[in-house]
């Protein structure tokens, strides 16, 4: 699901290759090759741990490494966000085949630096990179910016991904695993995220979306296809929005696998949500309005309800599996309704 015009091969935009390397390459620094760089250049990045200060891009650029373990830039200034991505006008960032790691071996208090911060109307699209050990957020999208990571790893950072303002962010075939929070939504306006064919555990929290009725982050679009999340410590999805969630599998998580909170919509079709802490899914929509369409799932041995909610937040309920949690429905209405 592509929410601009790029193709899902990320390749190179300019005509000028532009190498850098520990010797014998056009550059040894990657600040001096960006500087460097006209719009739309291919910079070649060869292998080695290469330390660098923080990356600022307002220009079209690749950034291309020899693969996540051949090629790898660590932050010098745990303190700064690693790579900086910002314009006011378009421009299309690609990133493929790297590493960015902090220089902390793990996310430390003093280590407070994002990895990548994308902003203003940049454009930013990652293939096969690893984005590691930030304490702050390895991937933060906002101010109308839009990010597409395929085939990566976020892993071990303060927060996995964070989506803000605007910010469009599409996960295809990647995990985030061991980060503080897997993905947060917040800001004070609308965002969308697509997450697809991927893996949100290990977690300390799986998927947020902000919690304040009041906030407009509530209407923000959030699509789960295909997606695994588990192992979370507080919970696989919690929070508002309109929420799109099918043939994905939310387990073992603590909490519920799935806690709805304020305005918004939710659609749940043929996932599985076991062996969460607390119940399966647990519903609660403003003054007990219709918030929730729930069809052919399967959701059994949960640790308190199965299907926690009052029948009129169902506007449709039909041929689900609910067995062997702890109580499978909060009420006898919502039995009948949904089975």
Known sequence: ??????????????SNEITVCAAGCDFTSI???????????????????????????????????????????????????????NNAEIIQVFIDNLTLESGCAQPIPNCIGDGVTIQGRAILAMDEVRVLNHGGTGVRVGQSAQARVLNSSIFGNGGGVVIEDRGQVDLSFTSLDGNSRGIDVDGTL???????????????????????ETNSTFQSSITLFNVQ????GQGGFVGGGNVSIKSSSLFLNGGSGIQFLGSGSLELFQNRIFLNTDHGVDLSCPGNASCARITE???VRNGLVGLNAEPSMLIECRDNFIRDNSTDFSSFGVETQCT
């Open 297 to 299: 799932n399967e959701i």
């Open 31 to 85: 600040n001096e090759a960006i500087s460097s760089a006209n719009s739309g250049d291919l910079i070649n990045i060869g292998n080695g741990i290469l330390p660098s200060d923080a990356l600022i891009i307002d220009k079209s650029l690749t950034l291309r490494g020899q693969g996540i373990n051949g090629t790898i830039l660590r932050n010098t200034q745990q303190q700064e966000t690693f790579l900086q991505i």
């Open 190 to 212: 609308p965002a969308q995220l697509n997450l697809l064919n991927s893996s949100v555990s290990n977690n300390g929290t799986g998927i947020g979306v902000s919690a304040d």
């Open 1 to 14: 699901m592509l929410f601009w015009g790029l193709q899902p091969q990320v390749s190179a935009q300019g």
């Open 229 to 232: 999340v588990g192992n979370n």
